[in-house]
């Protein structure tokens, strides 16, 4: 992986309790990679306007869609569509993504069932930072 400086990270994996439990995923070696670097931590369901904690949601036929079958996919949307303009604005050269989230997610998310069953595909957020060109990480991709 190339010499960074500027990388983005869900926020959740920085240790913020912005999961829909209201809990954090956060992450060693997340941490010890971003040690030194300007770290932008974003959560776009949070700037979506959704509360924390909140109903979970997955990806339904293209919708992102909560556990008690709200559609979500518009706050979705525009949170992904905020964290991406950060991540623009601020340069960001990486972005860290929490795995199987319905924004987040990078490779894998669940299959809309809440049945924890996971399927390729991305979130709504990391498809559009891949849309947008900006590489894109796991937290098992980094070193250890
Ligand atoms: S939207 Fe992303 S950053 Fe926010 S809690 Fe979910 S996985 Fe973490």
């Given at each position: ?63 992102v ?35 199987r ?44």
């Open positions: 992986m190339k010499k960074i400086k500027t990388v983005a990270v869900s926020a959740c994996l920085l240790g913020q309790c912005c999961k829909y439990n209201g809990g954090s995923n956060r992450n060693d070696r997340v941490l010890r990679f971003t040690e030194g670097l300007q770290v932008i931590p974003v959560c776009p369901e949070v700037l979506g306007g959704l509360p924390v904690p909140r109903i979970p949601a997955e990806i339904r036929d293209g919708r869609t909560a556990q008690d079958g709200t559609d979500v996919d518009d706050a979705f949307r525009r949170g992904a569509e905020a964290a991406l303009r950060i991540l623009q604005e601020r340069g960001a050269e990486l972005v860290i993504l929490q795995p989230s319905p924004s987040c997610g990078y490779r894998e998310i669940y299959d809309g069932t809440f049945q924890h069953r996971r399927i390729p595909g991305r979130g709504v957020f990391a498809q559009m930072a891949a849309e947008a060109g900006i590489p894109a990480a796991e937290p098992e991709d980094l070193p250890d």
